[in-house]
């Protein structure tokens, strides 16, 4: 059950009002997570910078997309599970890949390498070593793309969270 309201363009104020306002016009619709973000200027705001600066990252879609899975896997925020699957679904990872992202892991080294970094990052950052990294390195990632695994998991932490904080769930109504 949502624990925070909707806003909409009409019942917000002030620059939330006009982050509304825009993504109304532009998208025609607006997602309860945003909605509800919309309580706090600064939340919002925040989150849609960082969202689209994502949007440039080097790392690829479809490693990203696993990152968020196991992310949120442990984080619990099933509306943000539901969204990634979905997105991986789309990229074309398969069944077993998804799997295998909710525990953690891949099939691929590399990629389990570059999950296991984004795991680490949210859990225990102080323990990553130079020889981690290195190892990245040696799979083919750049400093780019390891930079931007803090990204994707510092995005998945604000959005996670805020979904529980504010009760988002899959198939939750928070009405208009």
Do not use: W
């Amino acid at each position: 059950m949502p624990r925070l309201t909707r806003l909409t363009p009409d019942t917000a104020v002030g620059a939330s009002r006009d982050l509304l306002a825009d993504l109304a016009s532009r998208h025609g619709q607006i997602g309860d997570m945003v909605s509800t973000m919309a309580h706090s200027p600064a939340v919002l705001g925040g989150y849609l910078q960082l969202s689209r600066a994502m949007g440039r990252a080097k790392l690829d879609r479809r490693i990203s997309e696993r990152i968020s899975i196991a992310v949120q896997a442990l984080q619990g925020c099933g509306l943000c599970l539901d969204a990634h699957v979905g997105a991986a679904r789309a990229l074309g990872v398969d069944e077993e890949e998804i799997e295998r992202a909710h525990a953690g892991t891949s099939a691929d080294p590399a990629i389990a390498a570059i999950i296991g970094l984004a795991l680490q990052v949210y859990r225990e950052p102080t323990s990553i070593t130079d020889e981690q990294l290195g190892a990245l390195r040696e799979h083919g990632y750049s400093d780019r793309a390891i930079a931007d695994v803090v990204g994707v998991v510092a995005l998945n932490i604000l959005t996670g969270a805020f979904n529980l904080l504010a009760g988002l769930t899959p198939g939750s109504d928070t009405g208009a």
